[in-house]
């Protein structure tokens, strides 16, 4: 099936700093907001269950809650485990009030 933007979130809805969790499309997303730049990526870490927007962004790593395994949110890199694979990332980009990802 071809990708398509479709809207996540409201640009407002994004502090900097901080990640936003949204379901879209039946995927959870976290979207952050880092020097006026905005980045998504899949929200459940791909080592067990928990939701990166309740870990802790700290420049473009995020932390996971439960493990503190570290993902890089530009890449889904994994930065430190005990994940092992990346998680996902979405193409992100503003359109006036609207954060849209390619989905
Ligand atoms: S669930 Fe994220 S590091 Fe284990």
Redesign the pocket.
């Known amino acids: 099936m071809e990708k398509t933007w479709i809207k996540v979130c409201e640009t407002l809805d994004v502090q900097a700093d901080a990640a936003f969790a949204c379901e879209v499309e039946g995927r959870m997303i976290a979207v952050y907001q880092v020097d006026e730049r905005h980045f998504a990526t899949e929200n459940v870490?791909?080592?067990?269950?928990?939701l990166l927007s309740d870990g802790w962004l700290e420049g473009i790593e995020i932390e996971?809650?439960?493990?503190?395994?570290r993902f890089d949110i530009t890449t889904g890199a994994v930065l430190e485990g005990?994940?092992e694979c990346a998680v996902k990332t979405y193409p992100v980009r503003i359109e006036g009030d609207e954060v849209q990802c390619l989905l």
Request: aromatic share 8%; charged share 0%.
């Open positions: 870490c791909p080592h067990a269950y928990a996971c809650p439960l493990h503190g395994a005990p994940a």
